[in-house]
């Protein structure tokens, strides 16, 4: 194609919807995304408390099978509407069931970013106190816990962050933010390799790297299907809109399978990585205390201060790894509220500076009652859960399956299989084709409804998962 052609339809392609700058900047876009706190704090935590390897086996299988599926589908289904999901649903039909999988879509990522931004907080706090020079002080037993139940400290922390989001929102200086982030991921990697390495030296850290990397069996239960599920949509940005809307800003030479498998090990990685700084530290610094390995959300606060404080230059190293990890969850809250924004603007027809306005009304309001719900507000409890772990549990373990289904269902009955597949074909020999058509078609339907069920009879008490 003549160079003149070229711009000539980049013009076209601007003046209908915006459109990444190439093959490259819509994979660095996506695995921008999915990279974020759901790798470095939720993916070693879970990984500790439910099982070990067996818990990264079961991640690894659904990933590569299920996950694959659905990112594809995402993608293909935004490239093909040119929408967001609301949209997209919606130009295949407008009975209730369209609009109930476009919305539920939709809706996610507004009630993720506001607990989302109360641990971006924590992560503002122990930057903090890193440059404070108290190290030693977060190393301590009891520390994390304390802070957490001073209502007042933590919501100080969550409102910082989540008004450098809403400042960012309004600022437009988003693309700025998330060029300085690209520029910092690599930083990142290289510092967790260092980390992984030192805390896998420790003495008595081996049991640990064994227990994270060599699947036990005896460790596994249905919770571990349920977590690594819930997990896998998380860390992958599935079942939240966001591929879809990703997907409609792709041309057609974007190879879908391709990009997906990339973004795919590269998460992976991450999350991997993660575990092996977080997980052999609590066998080398409590010796593989069960509690401490069960420790649920807070197990990155307790353990990488422990080891920060055992380097001789942990100040140093404190101060940049919480930096990074603050770039991540800065991009990705960002891109989680942006998603939020624009359905407000589309949807509701009202300005950009209202949508923001209204994100941050949302932020504020479910964010403040999840940071003071281990403090002032610690006598609720929602089916037995506080209140940051009960909106975890709705979006991941409730909501996000029923829009998987969704997406599911839309594919399979609606559109098609093989019009889906043709879309993928523009631009890829799509060598998975059969098994990505029998995933949509049998398995995953089954997978999502037995988990969602099973989630919510164990909620409920019906079943011990
Ligand atoms: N995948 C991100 C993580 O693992 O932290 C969470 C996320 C960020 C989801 C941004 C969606 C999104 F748009």
Redesign the pocket.
Known sequence: MKKGENTRNSLQQEKTRSSFSGKLGYVLAVAG???????IWRFPYLAAKYGGGIFLLTYLVLMLTFGYALIVSETALGRMTKKSPVGAFAAFGNRFWFRFGGWINAVI?MLIVPYYSVIGGWVVKYLFEHIRGSASALAEDGYFTNFIANGFEAEFWFLLFSVLVTAVLFAGVKQGVERVSKVMMPLLVILAVFVAIYSMTRPGAWKGVTYFLVPNFKHFSWMTVVAAMGQMF????IA?G?LYTYGSYIKDDVDIEKSTKQVEVFDTAIAMLAGLMIIPAVFAFSGGDPDTLKAGPSLMFITIPKVFASMGFGTGAGIVFFLLVLLAALT?AI??AE?GVSTFEDQLGISRRKSVLLMGAVILLFGSVSALGFGALDFVSLLGMSILDFFDFLTNSLMMPLAALATCILVTRVVGLKKLAQEVEKSSDFKRKKMYCFFMRYLAPICIVTILFSSIANVLGWISM
């Not at 998380?234 to 940005?237: A, Q």
């Open positions: 995304s999915a990279v974020g706190l759901g790798n990522p998380y860390s992958l940005s939240m966001i990705s891109s989680l998603s």
